[in-house]
């Protein structure tokens, strides 16, 4: 359902493409996750795959039509997207923020229908964020603010999802339940892409995974052909070791201190 | 204060406020005299005060102090900075050369609409100048290379008129500075054809933008995911706040803190959905101009103190009051 063909990316003034000729195919309701060091291009990924930067070269395609090609609102509706940072400048309630999730399915004047609020409320509940409806967001904790973001997406009720480090900033119970969401979400046919730091969490719950150094594709596919130990000690430029966690079974990264392994 | 209550009350308020703006002055006029006059009947005295001199003074008080206000709900908006009002793309500096020429030079002379023709002359080339460097970067707009040229073309404009004044005679310094301080005492039916004619279609568009600037003031990465037509939606409604602005500037000066202050109250009383914010804004301003206007001609009778004087004096401490409470409140 998205997908990139050979997407190169240059910022004015930077030496190296941010994306150097970068393909990925993220097939419908999947869930696939996009890792990286620190400035690898998985932002840049996002904004060009949702036509916010055009590439310089390539192309990228949503539902085989290529993202310039969507109407804004279309694009809104079919693609829920949460970007990494988003600050509140004036007073708003959390209901607030999740309804506007509904502009895409919205006339200029019309005002929210029966359908609308029930959306709403099911993006509320489904983030456990409904008691929240009424606070305003300046004064949320980072993780309820999170959800309550991830509630809007969902509010528009995409066919995909697209979220940049959604769970950055949170504690394992928040983490845990957004990652379940993602995951129920992407089992009831929702493609879900996940900008993520968390190496073993996306090799746990992702079905495809995506890494990227430097503007380029080191290594894509299932968890276990991803979470390689020489394949991510060259990438995060630190030695490590994969190893395989007793009680789940899944690949574990363990960066090592100098003299250990 | 809920939304249901305060709409119907800043109607009422800017009505109440537009019938004691055209009652009251250094002749006060009577209520029954006064409707007789509103009505068609009325001695000829009467009439010449309330029709000629009263009613488009305090209808041009309502059409400025509702573009002020709601002009700068916008600005706020799209630069997401609550320090944001309507001046702060230079437009008061450009107008303030344009005014400030016309009185340095002489050229009153030529007729009463040289003046409000030069200040809109004066904003909108501070307008077109600080849009062409912020586009400057690229095919999109930057909110933050907007604000910062916004103000150092207000710095610039500031030199011209400090040049322009300290070699001016004191006679026309002091007009200047009237001037830019602020005043509805020019007012015709032609200046309030005028304005309206622009403003009241202008604020109906802005308020037609109000769920796109929701969006907006959350963020334009947010409002472009959400599906707003992020540089459209800045464009026009810039240029529209810009103008609504720069019109309100030739016929009545630069008024300060009607669009910095109004918003701001307005949203710490019914929250920060445009829909409701922006229609707020502009009654109350309109109101509160009215207002200000009727003080500015009462404190000091028969003379007039410059309404930017009273907006400053009564806008601040409301200000600060609601923005304690706010801060207070759980």
């Known amino acids: ?261 | 204060m809920s939304r249901g209550v305060l709409g119907p009350a800043l109607a009422v308020l800017l009505v109440l406020s537009v019938l004691a703006g055209v009652r009251f002055g250094s002749v006060s006029i009577p209520t029954a005299d006064l409707l007789d006059v509103l009505t068609g009947g009325g001695d000829a005295v009467d009439r010449d005060i309330v029709l000629r001199l009263r009613l488009p003074r305090v209808l041009l008080g309502v059409l400025v102090g509702g573009g002020l206000a709601i002009a700068g709900a916008t600005f706020q908006a799209l630069l997401r900075n609550p320090l944001a009002e309507p001046y702060i793309l230079g437009i008061s500096g450009g107008a303030s050369v344009g005014a400030v020429l016309v009185l340095a030079l002489g050229w009153m002379a030529a007729g009463s609409w040289t003046l409000p023709l030069a200040a809109f002359g004066g904003a909108l080339l501070a307008v077109a100048l600080v849009f062409r460097v912020a586009t400057a970067t690229g095919h999109a707009m930057d909110v933050r290379v907007l604000l910062l040229a916004g103000v150092v073309v207000a710095a610039f404009f500031s030199a011209c008129v400090a040049f322009i004044l300290s070699v001016s005679p004191a006679r026309t310094v002091q007009s200047a500075v009237l001037w830019i301080m602020g005043s509805l005492a020019a007012a015709s039916w032609q200046s309030v054809l005028l304005t309206a004619a622009y403003t009241l279609p202008a604020a109906t568009l802005l308020v037609g933008l109000a769920r796109p600037l929701n969006l907006m003031s959350i963020g334009e990465e947010t409002a472009y995911y959400l599906g707003a037509d992020v540089e459209g939606v800045k464009r026009l409604s810039l240029t529209v706040a810009a103008l609504i602005t720069a019109s309100g500037v030739a016929v009545a000066g630069v008024i300060g803190f009607v669009g910095l202050v109004v918003p701001h109250a307005v949203r710490l009383m019914v929250g920060s959905d445009h829909r409701v914010l922006l229609p707020l804004s502009f009654l109350a301003g309109a109101a509160f101009l009215t207002l200000a206007d009727l003080a500015a001609r009462l404190a000091l009778a028969p003379a007039e103190i410059p309404i930017g004087v009273i907006t400053a004096f009564v806008g601040v401490p409301f200000f600060l009051v609601l923005l304690r409470r706010s801060v207070s409140a759980p």
């Open chain 1, 1 to 261: 359902m998205l997908r990139m063909d050979g997407v190169v990316v240059r910022y004015p003034g930077a030496a190296a493409a941010a994306l150097d000729r970068v393909s990925m195919e993220v097939p419908s309701g999947a869930f696939y996750a996009v890792l990286g060091p620190n400035g690898s291009g998985k932002s840049t990924l996002m904004r060009t795959l949702l036509g916010l930067r055009p590439p310089d070269a390539g192309r990228t395609l949503i539902d085989e039509r290529p993202t310039g090609a969507w109407a804004r609102r279309e694009l809104a509706k079919a693609v829920g997207a949460v970007p990494q940072a988003e600050s509140v400048a004036f007073p708003l309630t959390a209901g607030e923020l999740v309804s506007m999730g509904r502009y895409p399915h919205l006339g200029p004047l019309a005002g929210q229908s029966g359908s609308d609020r029930s959306a709403v409320e099911r993006a509320l509940e489904a983030c456990d964020v409904a008691e929240l409806a009424d606070r305003d967001v300046t004064t949320l904790s980072g993780g309820e603010f999170q959800r309550v973001r991830i509630a809007r997406a969902l509010a528009q009720e995409p066919r995909a999802l697209v979220l940049d480090e959604p769970t950055a900033s949170l504690d394992i119970r928040h983490e845990m339940a957004i990652l379940e969401l993602l995951r129920a979400s992407a089992d009831e046919g929702i493609t879900v892409l996940l900008i993520t730091h968390g190496l073993d969490m996306a090799a746990r719950f992702a079905d495809r995974m995506l890494l990227l150094s430097h503007g380029t594709v080191a290594a894509e596919g299932a968890p276990t052909e991803v979470v390689r130990a020489d394949t991510l000690a060259s990438v995060y430029g630190w030695p490590l070791a994969v190893t395989h966690d007793p009680e789940t079974g899944a690949p574990r990264v363990v960066p090592l201190r100098s003299g250990e392994g």
